[in-house]
């Protein structure tokens, strides 16, 4: 009889590596019923007809085959043209930009081009849950920076400086920030970009956001400092902005070397993105400007409201002014993120996310997005102010 055990022969690093906390309750939620889940960053709103139109179209005109490697031409076009109007960002679509499955694989793609075993990422927490583990998968070594609520969760270019070695190869950025809703200012970037001088760290700035950033504050890329440009590669998509989640595109833009580097594996690993959804994409660029403010106008309603909500309630929530998450702080009820999280799952039917999902720094919080409507966000408030009264100290 054979000893063979497949468990044994998993790579480690895959085997230690945990499930995604954002996804714990969802199971429960789904068979729950009355349930209501502020959990999941995703849009509730359809694609816009005239994107999904174009996607439509291309298909009944048989563009149904691989496309390049690095993407349709005219959709890399497209994204150059667009960090130009939006963001004032100069790329050359031939050589600087490649189409991803979504933002995530471009992310993959970066700390794969960059890191070798034991190569130091550095990673400002909480953040998006995908990054430690891609670099660990990468071989490198994630060290996290912490961020702090009276900071409004911005990297601070002190703790930065602390962090840095002689092995740091790669500092993520991920700004808005998922999942506190913080941003980074021009000062503040100008501050990291500062602490960067005479290192060869390559920065990844994930913008996914960039296009939901609320007041006054317009997004600025750490790539627009021109000591930067060369040394940052910023991954976006279409999934937030244009609400395509499940169309699955992202992009990356950077310097040509490594991008060149970043084709190269994608290429092994999964040829190109989905046709389809490319000719979607050069539609939503092209005339999806007012899609965007009107999709962002929504959610800045919805932002002001559930901020207000959770103060009211006593809980100490500061303001997020980027992305679509709300990051409460929830110590004065005396639970730990998950332990709040799984009774008022149990006891309100409410799904949020411990904040500790995103780092050690996220315990004592709970990410609630407000990609819901306004009926949904008010019945959820209702539940979780009822459930912060029961159990207040």
């Not at 729950?32 to 849009?43: H, N, R």
């Not at 890329?221 to 991954?235: L, N």
């Not at 679509?324 to 709040?340: L, N, R």
Request: aromatic residues 10%; proline residues 5%; charged residues 25%.
């Amino acid at each position: 009889m054979s000893s063979f055990e497949m468990k044994d022969v998993l790579s480690p690093v895959v085997t230690n590596m945990p499930p995604s906390g954002i996804r714990k309750f969802f199971d429960i939620v789904n068979e729950m019923k009355g349930a209501i889940s502020l959990g999941v960053g995703e849009p509730d709103f359809i694609t816009p007809a005239h994107i999904r139109e174009a996607g439509i179209t291309s298909l009944e005109n048989g563009h149904t085959y691989y496309t390049s490697n690095a993407g349709i031409v005219e959709l890399r076009d497209e994204i150059a043209k667009y960090l130009k109007r939006r963001f004032d960002l100069s790329y050359d679509y031939k050589s600087e930009v490649l189409v991803s499955v979504g933002g995530s694989e471009a992310i993959d793609l970066a700390l794969r081009a960059l890191v070798s075993p034991g190569d130091e990422v550095l990673i400002p927490e909480p953040s998006f849950v995908c990054y430690k583990p891609d670099a660990q998968l990468a071989g490198g070594v994630p060290v996290p920076l912490e961020t702090y609520e009276e900071d409004n969760f911005a990297l601070r270019a002190d703790v930065l400086k602390a962090a840095i070695t002689d092995k740091t190869k790669a500092l993520i950025l991920p700004y808005p920030n998922n999942p506190t809703g913080g941003i980074m200012t021009r000062e503040q970037l100008y501050e990291i970009a500062k602490v960067l001088e005479g290192t060869n760290i390559v920065v990844i700035s994930d913008e996914i956001y960039a296009e939901l950033t609320y007041g006054d504050n317009k997004h600025f890329s750490i790539a627009q400092i021109p000591s930067m440009h060369e040394r940052t590669v910023i991954v976006s998509g279409f999934s937030k902005a244009y609400a395509m989640t499940g169309w699955r595109l992202g992009y990356a833009c950077g310097n040509k070397d490594l991008i060149a580097a970043m084709t190269k594996i994608h290429q092994y690993a999964i040829m190109s993105a989905p046709t389809t959804s490319q000719y979607a994409a050069i539609e939503a660029l092209r005339n999806g400007d007012e899609d965007i403010e009107r999709m962002k106008k929504e959610y800045n309603r919805r932002r002001r409201f559930i901020v207000d909500g959770f103060r009211k309630m006593g809980l100490s929530c500061f303001e997020p002014l980027g992305a679509f998450y709300v990051f409460p702080c929830i110590k004065s009820t005396g639970f730990g993120s998950e332990e709040f999280c799984e009774k008022l799952l149990q006891e309100e039917k409410i799904a949020v996310v411990p904040g500790n999902a995103f780092g050690e720094s996220g315990e004592g919080f709970v990410r609630c997005s407000y990609a819901y409507s306004v009926e949904n966000i008010k019945e959820a408030l209702e539940r979780i102010e009822r459930f912060v009264k029961r159990h207040k100290k």
